[in-house]
C-alpha cells in the first residue's frame, strides 16, 4: 500500500524534507495523526494556532463570512477589513496609523520593505539571526546565508548587526539609513529576547537618523507573549509593525502597519494584492482578538509560560531557559535538538528544534495547565532518552 509519505515525496516539493507526520484532526492543543495517535501540540502550527485546533469562535466567524461575503476584489472594501484595521491600531496604542494587509509574514515584510524605500533612502540595519521570510525581498532582510546565497542577486544595501547591542546598532545606522530592522523576541533563532532597554536604545539611533523603526511582530506579536505585543515590555513606539502567524489563528492573514506618517509612505499603484485583507480572514482576524480578550489568553499566557519556562529549566541537560508568555526556547547542554525533538513526538508531544542545540515551544494560547503538566511530566524521560 502506498503511505501518504510516499504519496507526499512523489507529488510536492521537497522544500521542507521529509513531513514527521500526516495530521488529520485537531481540538485545542491536541491533534491526532493518520494512524489515530494523540499527541499535545506544543508548537501550534509554529506560532500560529493561537485558539488551538478547530475553536468554535473562530469556526463561526468564517463559517458565517464565507457564507455572507467570501471575496471582494480591492476595487471594493468589507466591514471586516475596516473594523479589523482599527482594532489592530487601537491595540498598537501608537495613535494614528494605517493598515495593509497581506496573506502571510513574508508579504508583511516585503510591503515593509517597499514602504521603507518610500523615504528615499534604501539602507536598511537588520539583526543578525533574525528571520523575515522568504521572498526575494523578505529574504534580502533575513540573516541566514544559506537561505539567500542560492537566491543572490538580491536587494542589496543591508547591514547586519549583533542581536541586543546597542552600540554596534549606533555605528551601523547612518543618515542613509531608511530603517532599523527588528524583531522583539527572535523566533526562529530558537528564542532570543531583546535586553532591557534594547529597543529603546533602537528608537532612539533610528531617530538621531531620521530612519525607521520597524518591529517584525510576526512571530512575536498577537498575544503570544502575554502581551498584545512583545514590544508592549519595552515602552518603545515604532513606525512600522509587521504581523502574520497568530493573526488570524490559523486562517491565512498578515498585516504591515505604518504608525504616524508612515502609514502615510505608500501611494496608490505602490503595492497591492488579490486576496489581502479578504472579509473572511479579517473576520478570522476579528475572532481571534475577540477570544483572546474574552477569555483572560494574555494573562494566560503569562502565567503558564512561566510555569513552563521553571519546569523545563529544572533539568540539568537545560543549560538556558528565554522566551515570554507561551513563546519560549531553551537550549540543551549538548546539540540534541533533534533528538529532543523526535523523542518528544514519541511520547506525543509536538516540539521544535529550531537549531542543533535549541528547542522552540510556541503552543497554542488555549494550552491547558493540565497539557502544560503531563509536558513537563514527560521531559526527563525525554531528555533521558535524547541524550541515552
Ligand atoms: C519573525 C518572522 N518574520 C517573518 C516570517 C515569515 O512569515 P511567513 O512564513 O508567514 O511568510 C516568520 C516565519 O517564521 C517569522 O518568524
Redesign the pocket.
Known sequence: MTTYADRYAASLMNTFGPPKLTLVRGEGAHVWDADGREYVDLLGG??VNALGHAHPALVAAVTEQLQTLGHVSNFFTSEPQIVLAERLLALLDGGPGKVFFTN??????EAAFKLTRRTGRTHVVVAEH?????TMG?LALTSKAAYREPFEPLPGHVTWVPYGDPQALADAVTDETAAVLL?PI???AGVNVAPDGYLAAARRTADEHGALLWF?E???GMGRTGRWFAHHAHDVTPDVV?L??GLGGGFPI?ACIGLGTAGDLLEPGNHGTTFGGNPVACAAALAVVATIEADGLLEHAAVLGAKLRDGLAADARVAEVRGEGLLVGLSLTEPKAAEVAAEALAAGFVVNNATPDRIRLAPPLVLTDDDAASFLAAWPTILDGAFA
Open positions: 509554529i506560532a502571510s509574514g513574508t508579504e508583511a515584510n533574525s528571520f523575515h521570510g522568504r523578505a524583531e527572535q523566533g526562529e517584525d510576526v512571530q512575536s509587521t502574520a502567524k498578515g
